[in-house]
Every structure is written in C-alpha cells, then in structure tokens.
C-alpha cells in the first residue's frame, strides 16, 4: 500500500521529468532555430547542384524536386527560383516557369540571364512586344555575361513583326560577339531575305552551315532561297541534303515538297 508522502514524491519525480523533457525540448528547438542561414543556404546549394546535374542528365523531375527542396531552405534566393522556373520550362510548364523567372526577377532586380528567358517565353507565346521589353532590359545590365542570346532573341522578335532593319542590327550584334553562332546567322539570313538582300541572305545562310553543317533549318532556307532565284540544280541538292540530316523533320517534309515541284 502506498502513503501518502510516497504519492508526493512520485509526483514530485513525474512533474521533475515533465519539465526536464520541456527544457530538453526547447534546447532542440534552439538548436534548429540555429541550424537556418548558413547551414540551410549550405544545404540549398547541395539540391542546386545535384538539380543542375539532373536536368543535364535530361531528368527535369529529379532537377524539379531538388529546386524545391533548395527552397524549402532558401526561399529568397533568386537563383533557385530561376533554377525551378528552367525545370519548369523543361517540363513545359511555361505558366509556372514564367511566374518563378517573374520571381527572380523581384528578388534579384536587373537579373539578365531571367529577363532573356522570360522574354523567351513571351516569344513563344506571341507576346511580341512583352518579349522585346523583356530583351531590352536583360541588355540594359552592362554586367550580363551572355548579351549575344539577348540580341539573338531580340532580332528574331523583330523578325516576327517583320521588322528587317532593326532584327539585322541586333543579329549582327550577336554573331560580332560570338562569331561562330550559327542559329544568329540562319536569323540573320531571314532578315536579309526579308528585304530582298538575296546576296546577303546566301551569304548568312551558308556561314551557319559552315559552322552547323547538320542544320536543317538553315539547309532548307539556302534551298528556298536558290529555288527562288531559279537555281533548280542547287536548290535540289539543298533540298536532298536535308531529306538525308533529318528525315523525320518538318523541314524534310518541306524540302519534299519542293522536290516534288522542281522541273
């Protein structure tokens, strides 16, 4: 039978233990409290990069859940959301891509690298005049290490209004900073057949093949281009050349058609 006075001190031991496991408890919270910033930026940048090496293995889903986890720890950090908006886009969920460049863009003000992409999207969507502002301010930063995908993006946006003069300045830009950038090229091509500058069209179209021997595109433009000015055995050439790259392509279903209405 148990007295009273052992009652007490069994409650004295219970509430003794109650208050241990509380001061136990908020040394554990203190320590997480204190694990955040350096540790946690530390462990987002580990997701980072084990997501940037997925999406190069071409696994956006893998590249996708270690972005989040990136900002499950880092949530200011422009960088991992411009690193969600790329799986995103690579999973073609442009709508979420768009809001997490958007995002980037907020936290790190003048992010070139987000406002090129997001113009890109723009592009794509036929927002024209979104997309050419997006381009303009990703080259208003005198600090961006990549100005010549902006020009690119830039002339081919123009190209879409059919406005050849301005697309041709900003192509050139971009093939004057990377000489060998054969889809500037091909655009620059475009331009110049837009304006009737047929010399000048062959001439752009051939440095990208020069440079991009297996470019389709570019391929069958130089047939167009011959085709039109009635050089059949030439443009027949280009047009059989694509067929071969790339047989699956809508560009090898266009260059049969033009075979097929060759004399």
């Known amino acids: 039978m148990t007295t009273g006075r052992s009652v007490k001190a069994c409650r004295s031991v219970q509430s003794w233990r109650y208050w241990w496991v509380l ?91 987000a406002y090129n992409n997001l113009g890109v999207i723009y592009l794509e969507q036929g927002q024209i005049q979104q997309a050419i502002e997006s381009f303009k301010k990703a080259l208003s ?21 059919k406005e050849y003069g301005k697309a041709i300045l900003q192509l050139k830009q971009a093939v004057q900073i990377i000489p060998e950038f054969a889809s500037a090229y091909n655009s620059l091509g475009e331009a110049y057949q837009g304006m009737n500058m047929l010399a000048e069209a062959e001439g752009s179209y051939r440095k990208a093949l020069n440079y991009a021997p297996e470019y389709a595109k570019a391929r069958l433009n130089l047939g167009r281009l011959l085709y039109q000015q009635r050089r059949f055995s030439e443009a027949r050439q280009a047009f059989v050349e694509v067929m071969r790259q790339a047989p699956a392509s809508n560009e090898a279903e266009e260059a049969r058609s033009y075979l097929q209405s060759l004399p």
């Open 23 to 113: 001061v136990l408890f908020a040394f554990v919270a203190a320590g997480c409290a204190g694990e955040s910033k350096a540790v946690k930026k530390k462990r987002a940048e580990r997701y980072v990069n084990e997501g940037v090496l997925a999406l190069r293995g071409r696994d956006p889903n893998l590249a996708l859940e270690r972005f989040l986890k990136a900002l499950k720890d880092d949530p200011e950090n422009p960088y991992v959301h411009y690193n969600i908006a790329i799986a995103y886009w690579a999973k073609r969920d442009t709508a979420k891509a768009k809001l997490h460049f958007e995002e980037a863009i907020r936290l790190k003000p003048g992010y070139s690298e």
């Open 141 to 161: 930063n005198p600090l961006y290490s990549n100005p010549q995908d902006a020009h690119y993006n830039l002339g081919r946006a123009y190209l879409k209004r």
